[in-house]
């Protein structure tokens, strides 16, 4: 296997004869990071080249959305895993289709993309490749996807590679770093931290610590609930919010957060916003973003977080690591210690001086990730895929 760092200017992007690209979708709503990110790449990614399809596996909202931005879009429902019947002739429909757009590339994306996308292009003849969206994991999904033959496989961090890296049959792998739109940040930093608290109902006076993120588990917002809890009583007036929704693969998740919270004493410190579909200007209200995952694959909040100007405490693990030079730009914390994020934000709230200095070098260093580059990079790794040979084990 070879792996290689996509992170390349646009001129290479637009080389070569224009490149039909056929994206396979799982979700058709707008649930987490991955499906921003697909926003991102068929934003941005028009003009460059590049005739998008995409074939969406269920219906939603994100279908309207991107017939919206002009591209054309199928849904192809395929059901679940146990419906074997329903997904082989979704399998079958999405070849038909890769032969009649006259696709270069059938691009699976995420792992649930790719165990459709890669019999798919298999069957239709042309070239697969597939997106990377989660750190891989040696389970059966992961394995079972990693099985169709692809030219490579993109993935978001170094520390996805690497995990990638140790699947077999070996691929091609491309790093291309996650963007974040820019200009969404700059809009937010219109509006001064203590009006946006008011304009969100949020309180005005005293520190006040958040987190977004999808309520799952590995998304740590129960070590976040700890780390608060000991910060009761250091710090008048603090309280903190969480800005996420259930997630339907743990639905209970979300009432175990409840009931942690009001067993720590945090019925009146700790607010859960839901999901709010403009995050940015909830981090905004905050004074401290605070990222908490389990080996998150990049970190997109982290880069939104830090293009305001705020300091970031995160886990010291996978793509964030990547991100932050601790005590420069931010702070890390290891995964699940509590009492360590808790001494970080304190250190943030105890210095204002500090804090500042992170702020600022925050800014500088979200700069690097926009999604018009974003965008450039994966198509470039796919135009390198499509020239290239598939891997083989």
Same mark, same amino acid.
């Given at each position: 296997?070879?792996?290689?760092?996509?992170?390349?200017?646009?001129?290479?992007?637009?080389?070569?004869?224009?490149?039909?690209?056929?994206?396979?979708?799982?979700?058709?709503?707008?649930?987490?990071?991955?499906? %921003?990110?697909?926003?991102?790449?068929?934003?941005?990614?028009?003009?460059?080249?590049?005739?998008?399809?995409?074939?969406?596996?269920?219906?939603?909202?994100?279908?309207? %959305?991107?017939?919206?931005?002009?591209?054309?879009?199928?849904?192809?429902?395929?059901?679940?895993?146990?419906?074997?019947?329903?997904?082989?002739?979704?399998?079958?429909?999405?070849?038909?289709?890769?032969?009649?757009?006259?696709?270069?590339?059938?691009?699976?994306?995420?792992?649930?993309?790719?165990?459709?996308?890669?019999?798919?292009?298999?069957?239709?003849?042309?070239?697969?490749?597939?997106?990377?969206?989660?750190?891989?994991?040696?389970?059966?999904?992961?394995?079972?996807?990693?099985?169709?033959?692809?030219?490579?496989?993109?993935?978001?961090?170094?520390?996805?590679?690497?995990?990638?890296?140790?699947?077999?049959?070996?691929?091609?792998?491309?790093?291309?770093?996650?963007?974040?739109?820019?200009?969404?940040?700059?809009?937010?930093?219109?509006?001064?931290?203590?009006?946006?608290?008011?304009?969100?109902?949020?309180?005005?006076?005293?520190?006040?610590?958040?987190?977004?993120?999808?309520?799952?588990?590995?998304?740590?917002?129960?070590?976040?609930?700890?780390?608060?809890?000991?910060?009761?009583?250091?710090?008048?007036?603090?309280?903190?919010?969480?800005?996420?929704?259930?997630?339907?693969?743990?639905?209970?998740?979300?009432?175990?957060?409840?009931?942690?919270?009001?067993?720590?004493?945090?019925?009146?410190?700790?607010?859960?916003?839901?999901?709010?579909?403009?995050?940015?200007?909830?981090?905004?209200?905050?004074?401290?973003?605070?990222?908490?995952?389990?080996?998150?694959?990049?970190?997109?909040?982290?880069?939104?977080?830090?293009?305001?100007?705020?300091?970031?405490?995160?886990?010291?693990?996978?793509?964030?690591?990547?991100?932050?030079?601790?005590?420069?730009?931010?702070?890390?914390?290891?995964?699940?210690?509590?009492?360590?994020?808790?001494?970080?934000?304190?250190?943030?709230?105890?210095?204002?001086?500090?804090?500042?200095?992170?702020?600022?070098?925050?800014?500088?260093?979200?700069?690097?990730?926009?999604?018009?580059?974003?965008?450039?990079?994966?198509?470039?790794?796919?135009?390198?895929?499509?020239?290239?040979?598939?891997?083989?084990?």
């Amino acid at each position: 296997m070879t792996a290689a760092t996509s992170q390349r200017a646009g001129a290479a992007t637009m080389a070569g004869p224009p490149l039909r690209v056929l994206v396979v979708m799982p979700l058709g709503a707008a649930l987490g990071g991955g499906e %921003e990110m697909l926003r991102q790449l068929l934003r941005c990614g028009r003009g460059q080249g590049v005739t998008w399809i995409v074939a969406f596996l269920r219906d939603g909202p994100l279908v309207s %959305e991107v017939r919206g931005m002009g591209i054309e879009s199928h849904v192809v429902p395929a059901g679940r895993f146990r419906t074997v019947r329903r997904r082989v002739g979704a399998v079958r429909a999405l070849a038909k289709l890769a032969r009649a757009s006259a696709a270069d590339l059938c691009f699976g994306w995420m792992v649930a993309g790719q165990v459709m996308a890669g019999p798919a292009a298999l069957l239709a003849r042309v070239p697969c490749a597939w997106y990377q969206v989660g750190t891989p994991r040696p389970d059966w999904l992961d394995r079972y996807a990693n099985l169709w033959p692809a030219r490579g496989v993109v993935t978001l961090s170094r520390d996805g590679a690497a995990a990638q890296s140790r699947l077999r049959p070996r691929r091609t792998v491309r790093v291309v770093h996650p963007g974040v739109a820019l200009d969404r940040a700059a809009s937010a930093l219109a509006m001064p931290p203590a009006a946006m608290r008011e304009r969100l109902g949020l309180p005005v006076k005293g520190p006040l610590v958040g987190i977004v993120a999808r309520l799952q588990r590995w998304k740590g917002v129960h070590v976040f609930l700890d780390a608060v809890a000991q910060l009761q009583g250091m710090h008048a007036g603090l309280h903190a919010v969480v800005v996420g929704g259930a997630h339907e693969t743990e639905p209970g998740y979300e009432a175990e957060l409840h009931e942690q919270a009001a067993a720590l004493g945090l019925s009146n410190t700790v607010i859960f916003a839901g999901f709010q579909s403009n995050a940015v200007e909830w981090m905004q209200a905050m004074d401290i973003v605070v990222h908490a995952s389990d080996r998150e694959p990049f970190g997109i909040v982290v880069i939104e977080a830090m293009a305001l100007g705020k300091p970031v405490v995160a886990a010291a693990e996978g793509g964030p690591a990547e991100i932050i030079n601790d005590g420069v730009n931010g702070l890390l914390a290891p995964y699940g210690d509590a009492a360590a994020l808790a001494r970080a934000i304190t250190r943030v709230l105890d210095d204002a001086g500090f804090a500042a200095r992170l702020g600022a070098a925050a800014r500088l260093r979200a700069a690097a990730f926009s999604d018009t580059a974003y965008a450039r990079n994966v198509i470039a790794a796919m135009r390198s895929l499509v020239g290239g040979s598939e891997a083989r084990a």
